[in-house]
C-alpha cells in the first residue's frame, strides 16, 4: 500500500527565515511525486512534479526536491504571504493509479 | 482562463436530505475526481471517471453517487447525508495519457450537515 507521511504537521517560522518541509513516501516504483498548496477554505493549487531522484524544480521562493525516498519542499526567505498548508502526494507507476496524500504541513510565516 | 468550477461553494443541508454538488471544467480533460478532505486531513478520493468509465473507491460509503453527463459535467450526490459527512468536497480533473497526468483542483464545496 502506497504511504506519504509528511513532516512537521505544523511549522511557524519568523519573514526571512528559510527552512524545509518533508514529505516521506512508499510506493511500489515511483511515476510522480506532486507538491501543492492549500490556502484555508480553497481547493489545492498545484505547484510541482518530480519525476526522478536527483531531481529539481523552482518557483519564486520554493524549490522541490527528490530522492528515492522523501522530498524536501525549501522554502527561501518566506514572506507572510506563503502561509498555507502544503500537500505532498505520490503516484504509482503501476497500471493508472491515482494520487495518495500525505495529511500535510501546515506552515505559518510571522512578519 | 481554462479552470475548474465547483457550485455551490458552500452548501447548508439537513441530516438525510439529499444534497447535489457540481463541477465543470474547462480544460478538456478526460478524467474528473471526486475528493472528500475532513479538516487537518489528507483528501480522500471517493470515485473517479476516465471518460465515461466509473471507478468507485472499495471504502467509498453507497450513501455516495456520481453522474457525469458530459466531459465537461460530473456531480456528486450524497443521498442521506450524515453528521459524518460534512466536509469539503474537491473535484480535480487530469488529461490520462499525457506525461505529467497532474491533477487540477476546483475551490471546493464546503457540506454543513444540521
Known amino acids: 500500500e502506497d504511504q506519504v507521511t509528511q513532516s512537521p504537521e505544523a511549522l511557524r517560522l519568523q519573514e526571512g527565515e528559510s527552512s524545509s518541509l518533508n514529505c516521506s513516501y512508499t510506493?511500489?516504483?515511483?511515476?510522480?511525486l506532486f507538491w501543492y498548496r492549500q490556502d484555508p477554505g480553497k481547493g489545492p493549487e498545484f505547484l510541482f512534479t518530480?519525476?526522478?531522484a536527483g531531481e529539481e524544480k523552482e518557483k519564486e521562493r520554493l524549490k522541490a526536491t527528490l530522492t528515492k525516498k522523501e522530498s524536501f519542499l525549501h522554502i527561501t526567505a518566506p514572506k507572510p504571504e506563503d502561509s498555507a498548508t502544503y500537500l505532498c502526494a505520490v503516484q504509482a507507476a503501476e497500471g493508472y493509479s491515482t494520487l495518495t496524500f500525505g495529511k500535510g504541513t501546515m506552515l505559518l510565516v510571522s512578519p | 482562463d481554462a479552470m475548474v468550477i465547483q457550485n455551490p461553494r458552500y452548501q447548508v443541508t439537513q441530516f438525510g436530505k439529499p444534497v447535489t454538488l457540481s463541477c465543470s471544467q474547462t480544460l478538456n480533460h478526460n478524467v474528473m475526481y471526486w475528493y472528500q478532505q475532513k479538516s487537518s486531513q489528507a483528501p480522500k478520493l471517493l470515485f473517479h471517471y476516465y471518460d465515461k468509465d466509473f471507478n468507485n473507491e472499495a471504502d467509498t460509503p453507497d450513501n455516495f453517487q456520481s453522474r457525469r453527463p458530459n466531459t465537461s459535467f460530473c456531480f456528486l450526490d450524497i443521498r442521506s447525508p450524515g453528521l459524518g459527512d460534512a466536509a469539503m468536497y474537491l473535484c480535480a480533473t487530469s488529461k490520462k495519457g499525457t506525461s505529467t497526468d497532474t491533477q487540477y483542483f476546483g475551490p471546493g464545496t464546503r457540506l454543513t450537515v444540521l
Open positions: 510506493v511500489s516504483g515511483l511515476r510522480g
Open positions: 518530480l519525476y526522478s
